[in-house]
């Protein structure tokens, strides 16, 4: 492996990471209802289509040939991160950038410590 290439990984998920909220000032202007929209538009149509039809030969095929169980753990999950991300950007709104950073963070590493075991 090349380290350079490993570096450059490193340094640009670090600046997504730290950049990622920085357009929320100019999204705060706009309606709750407004920024889920345009969010979901692209995260739930648009990039997954994309980006399956750029990684598979036949979308629709693969899709009809996953067992049922596949579907049901699918769909809970989704759920799940749907809701941890609503919470997420509400935190962010009514926290801020800094404390609600560091409130979600601290609960993803209570919770992700205490689940596991557990279950």
Do not use: Q
């Amino acid at each position: 492996m090349n380290p350079i290439l490993g570096v450059l990984y490193h340094w640009l998920g670090g600046l997504a990471s730290g950049s990622f909220y920085v357009p929320f000032r100019g999204v705060k202007r706009w309606s709750w209802e407004t920024s889920w929209l345009v969010a979901g538009v692209f995260s739930w149509l648009v990039a997954p289509w994309f980006f399956a039809m750029l990684n598979t030969k036949d979308v629709i095929a693969t899709l009809s040939e996953t067992p049922k169980d596949v579907w049901g753990y699918t769909y809970l999950f989704g759920a799940l991160w749907g809701l941890g991300g609503l919470t997420f950007g509400l935190t962010m709104r009514y926290l801020g950038m800094s404390l609600g950073m560091a409130v979600a963070l601290g609960y993803c590493t209570v919770f992700g410590t205490l689940i596991p075991p557990l279950f």
